[in-house]
Structure formats: C-alpha cells, structure tokens
C-alpha cells in the first residue's frame, strides 16, 4: 500500500472536509486558503453558491449578474472575490498560479462599468472561513480536514455540487473512495 502524504496548511491549497464532519457550516466542503500564518488562516468555501447574486448584497455597486458564494460563517456582512484579472486589480494577492483574492474595489467598479470583467473571471463570497492561529492544525489532526494542492479549476468549477468529490477523486486512489461514501450512510 502506498503512504499518504499528509500536506501542511498554506496559501493556495484546499482543505478537504472529511465525509464524516457534520457541521452545518463544512459539511462536504472544498476551502480555497488565501492565508496562513501566524496571525491565522483565512480561507473561501468553493462549493456553496447562494440563491444571491453580487446585486443583491451590494447596493452600491453596478450592474454585474454574478452568483453570490458563501465563503464561511466569520463576517457574513463582508464581500470578498477570487479573480483571473491579476495585476489589472490593484493590491490584489496571487495564491496560486492565476488566481488571485481581493484587490482595489474602486477599480473593480470601474472594470465592471467598462465591461472590462466578465463574470466568468471572478467569484464573489459573502463572508470567509477562519481560524486563529494553529487552530487549524490542531483541527487538522482531528482528521477534519484533508488537504490538498489548490487549482485553478477548482477555483472556478462550473459544478460546485461535484466539487467535493472531484477533488477527493484528484488526490488519489486512496482518496477516491471518500467521494462515494454516502451522504447519510444510515439510509443504505
């Protein structure tokens, strides 16, 4: 049999929920980290899209007809964004190859107002996901999470309902088998 690696938290790789965390909030999650260290660890759940769009939210803000995530339960009343714009976004922060978080919103306005962004390149999320610092890894220990390498494509699935189960399948054999385990194992 082949051992697993067990990969440590940082910026750009995705924590996995293990398919017996029942928590309401990371119940069969995919979580981008856009940050980790010793003030914490801020991160995006990729799998959630509300019944929202962004204009719904933001009263302030153009007409933009782009779906509203639910990042995490810290600071529901906040909205965050996973771009492909890069450095036309200023002050915004790659975390993996192409994909980058946050950024002047003033600019985006203006991206947005020119049509200069297409809905495709970005994702909005009201509220993130966090955890003070080393409280992840002792969470991690508690096998709640797995962990894996962050991409793009999972950044931006067109299938958030698959995505859990794609990412497990990504990891390996070994992993694999997590993303048939059933949902409630007691109604099998």
Not at 12 to 39: A, C, N, Q, W
Not at 47 to 54: C, E, I, R, S, Y
Not at 68 to 96: A, C, N, R
Not at 97 to 125: A, M, N
């Amino acid at each position: 049999m082949r051992k697993v690696t067990v990969m440590d938290p940082c910026v750009g790789r995705v924590l996995v929920s293990e398919p017996f965390l029942m928590d309401s909030y990371f119940k069969r999650t995919v979580i981008l980290l856009g940050e980790h260290g010793e003030d914490g660890t801020v991160g995006f759940i990729l799998n959630k899209p509300t019944d929202l769009t962004l204009n719904d939210a933001l009263e302030d803000f153009p007409p933009f007809d782009a779906p509203l995530y639910f990042g995490g339960p810290v600071q529901t009343d906040t909205i965050h964004f996973l771009h492909t714009l890069g450095k036309k976004l200023e002050g915004s922060k790659e975390i993996i190859p192409g994909i980058y978080w946050g950024g002047s919103l003033e600019t985006l306005k203006l991206l947005i107002e020119t049509r200069q962004v297409d809905k495709d390149e970005i994702r909005f999320f009201a509220g993130y996901s966090g955890w003070e610092p080393e409280h992840l890894d002792d969470v991690r220990n508690g096998r709640t999470w797995l962990i894996s390498n962050g991409k793009k494509d999972f950044a931006f699935s067109d299938s958030p309902e698959e995505l859990w189960g794609e990412v497990l399948r990504s990891m390996g054999s070994q992993y694999a088998i997590l993303a048939n385990f059933p949902e409630n194992p007691s109604l099998n």
